[in-house]
Nanobody, 116 residues
């Protein structure tokens, strides 16, 4: 079992930056996959960025070059650095962790609002 707690969301103007954190209740060293998802109003949840245990990262086309996902195994935390934010980045950002046996866990989400 893993509990995930996101933080760092808020209101920011277009062009600004935010850093989201996803803190896990236990070591993430053996967590194969950790990802950030977002859900905009009236839209389906989408994968924004993910990082696997070997460190390889993947990004949605819409955020490439602007967002960076990273993990700090010592702090059991995954980060999402978001730069040059756009109004279309607005949504609830949630963290997901998939363990080695296929179980997955979600955090409660954090709201990001980008004003134009």
């Amino acid at each position: 079992q893993v509990q995930l707690v996101e933080s760092g969301g808020g209101l920011v103007q277009a062009g600004g930056s935010l850093r989201l954190s996803c803190a896990a209740s236990r070591s993430i060293i053996r967590i194969n996959f950790m990802g950030w998802y977002r859900q905009a109003p009236g839209k389906q949840r989408e994968l924004v960025a993910d990082i696997i245990s070997g460190g390889r990262t993947n990004y949605a086309d819409s955020v490439k070059g602007r967002f960076t996902i990273s993990r700090d195994n010592a702090k059991n935390t995954v980060y999402l650095q978001m730069n040059n934010l756009k109004p279309e980045d607005t949504g609830v950002y949630s963290c997901r962790a998939d363990d080695a046996v296929g179980r997955y866990y979600w955090g409660q989400g954090t709201q990001v609002t980008v004003s134009s």
